[in-house]
């Protein structure tokens, strides 16, 4: 059988999920795909707006809470646990979420619907 290989030639490409919505559905809502992974805080805007009936939208907001989800965790798991979570925790925990959240950002860019590495694979809002 012959496998689909990426250019160099060496393993298969990572698919990517296409929107379910459509072209439109991802230019339209390109922005409440990014706003919640810059403010993490921020995920639900896209639930509360016209995007509600997104599934890009959605799916983008799902993964946000994840984010806002997981730096919670880091940052109350870092702060309980003396010297190892203030020094190691804390600062590498704080580096992968803004890592995460970059990712994001660009995958919602690109008008992609990727999950986020690590935590991308929860899905808390359907």
């Given at each position: 059988m012959d496998e689909q290989k990426n250019e160099t030639g060496s393993q298969p490409a990572a698919p990517v999920v296409a929107p379910q919505g459509g072209k439109e559905d991802v230019e339209k809502n390109k922005a409440m795909a990014i706003i919640g992974y810059i403010i993490p805080i921020l995920f639900f805007i896209p639930l509360l707006s016209e995007?509600?009936?997104?599934?890009?939208?959605?799916?983008?907001?799902?993964?946000?809470?994840?984010?806002?989800?997981?730096?919670?965790?880091?940052?109350?798991?870092?702060?309980?646990?003396?010297?190892?979570?203030?020094?190691?925790?804390?600062?590498?925990?704080?580096?992968?979420?803004?890592v995460l959240a970059i990712i994001g950002i660009i995958n919602g860019a690109k008008g992609e619907m990727k999950k986020l590495p690590i935590i991308g694979g929860f899905e808390l809002i359907k």
């Open positions: 995007a509600k009936n997104s599934p890009f939208a959605k799916f983008h907001a799902n993964q946000q809470l994840n984010l806002f989800l997981a730096a919670i965790v880091v940052n109350v798991v870092g702060t309980i646990i003396p010297i190892l979570g203030w020094f190691i925790i804390l600062p590498l925990g704080s580096i992968l979420i803004l």
